[in-house]
């Protein structure tokens, strides 16, 4: 991180101070060597054998690669593999080398047995600039940018992109300073800095730049706990370009509890990077969090300065140039892969640390540039999609793989693993798991090797629980109710959609409807969740929840015995009298009634009111009788 450095800089030291050291050069650009194959036998005519290893010379026409296939196919053949040329593990000339802790951790000088970096392979360091005429960077740089003042080929002698630059690139074998991760490849430095600080829309200015002029990597040892989308977009676009992007996870780790995200080191398809010092302990400065993909050496790292000079510096922003400099050595070493499968070798060969597996300090672990070399990638397994009722997980090995275990996980944990010993397909039982998760299936072989994982997102074939419905009147147009969250719910009437609602995330929902509906009428409520699986139908009727009308009353006087007038068909007509009933009876089916009271002195008040099957009641007539 760019903030922390300058911090520091007063203190760096100059290159003639360190020890001179001169050993035998290592060629630059070398491939693995292999003199035919070597067999190891299990059994010969029939008797076992401990330790026979022959040396098999490979076909003219035929492949080594063809050959171990074809070996190992024979019963008696324990494995195959290529009979390797091996070479003196020396050192590069440049004194400051040996001062250079990193690259012993990182087993640099294994890796460089294979290559020391292509000259085709173009890492962009956005950031404060370049000293170009560097004697460790010269020859190296490749279409420069300024977006501060917006020039090609002239950028500031940035004393952060010229430490970056050195740790990434720095020449070895020329008799002076330190080396690179990766010695032989270029750099094209943006500069995106003006004075301390560099704005959002001139680093996504230099993403831009980087993506047009063909950049395998970039470098941002850079970040801010602000996020913003804009920039988000620019590194997805370089992302989907093929482009590797690598940022600083922040050197904010001593604030404790109070560390966040950094962006762009937070951003999806970023690798973040976290520092380890010389002991592969955490320094107290590098950020922690669960964002944070991979770790290396940061901590009193050696490099370039501007001006011909050497200094130490330390950060994630050192630790970042680490990554992006093995990366560029895989990728130089391997062309034909692409951006994720550079990735995910970064994080397979990586030293773990901390706790077991990838954690919130080191991710996947510490960097390791000889195992990456070592390694290869294999083809990836093809897996058949599954759900959340499924319990197995079913699919086609690789063509190219004989030997070893289909590996099946999620991001908390193993689901299984099944062991393929020449099998073309496999099948693993796992327990059923809730729809949204993603499961990763790979391949690895006996000798660690791993295909990219297979990432399979659990589909929701479940459907949601019926919805509950609370009573619908037919003096309404809501239907209110409790069904999953956020599902639809749908109200019908035979085959008609009367209306539709989203449940909230509480899983209440009100529907309105298109016109009441009458007493009796049944509804039919479904709820389809947002994977298109529809709940099984809650019938309601619909009650009757309209009182009568108040009924009309013939005139009552002083001799009425029977009172008569009009109500609702077949409702029940009652009659008070100073709060008490006097007289009940049933309206007729033509809507009449004849209520038997004892006979009322004038000028009491009758109530008279009608209450239907439902026991809805109607508002009462006022009668008062007359002499």
Known sequence: MYKLIGAILPVLLLFMILPNYQPDA??????????????????????????????????????????IEELEEQKNVEYAEPNYLFKKMESPN???????????KLGTNAAWTKTMGSKEMIVAIIDDGIDRGHGDLKGKIVNAYDTIRNRKNIVPAGEHGTHIAGIIAGSANNGIGGAGVAPNVKLMPINVFDGEYADTADIIDAIHYAVQNKANIINMSLGDTSYSEALNKAVQEAYKKGILIVAAAGNEGDMGKNVQRVYPAAFSNVISVAATDNRDKRPSYSNYHSTVDIAAPGDDILSTLPNGKYGWMSGTSMATPMVTGVAALIWSNEPKLNKTEVEYRLYDSAIDLGTKGKDIYYGNGRVNAKKALEMKTLTKPAVTAISDKDTKVTGKVPADFKTGTVSIYTD??????VKINGEKTFTATIA???????IFTRVIDKSGNKSVPVSCKVQDKTAPAKPSVNTVGDNTVKVTGKAEASTNVTI?????????????SAGKFTVTISKKQ??????????TDKAGNTSSITKVTVVDK??????????VNTKTTIVTGKAE?????SIKQSGKVIGSAAATTKATFSVRIPKQKAGKNLYIYAKDKAKNVSEARKVTVKK
């Open 26 to 67: 290592v060629s630059a650009e070398e491939t693995p060597q292999s003199d035919g194959v070597i067999v190891k036998y299990k059994e010969m005519n029939g008797e076992p054998i401990n330790d026979l290893i022959e040396k098999v010379e490979v076909p003219k026409g035929e492949t080594t690669d063809n050959l």
């Open 94 to 104: 440049d004194p400051a080398y040996i001062d250079q802790w990193h690259h012993k």
């Open 412 to 417: 908390k944990k193993q689901l299984a693993e």
């Open 432 to 438: 059923k798991q809730t729809a949204g998760t993603t």
């Open 492 to 504: 019908k009437t035979g085959s008609t959609v009367l209306g539709k609602a989203n449940a909230n």
């Open 518 to 527: 009458k007493a009796g009428k049944v509804l039919f409520a479904t709820a």
């Open 546 to 555: 309209t009182a009568p009308s108040k009924p009309s009353v013939n005139t």
């Open 569 to 573: 068909a077949n409702s029940t007509v």
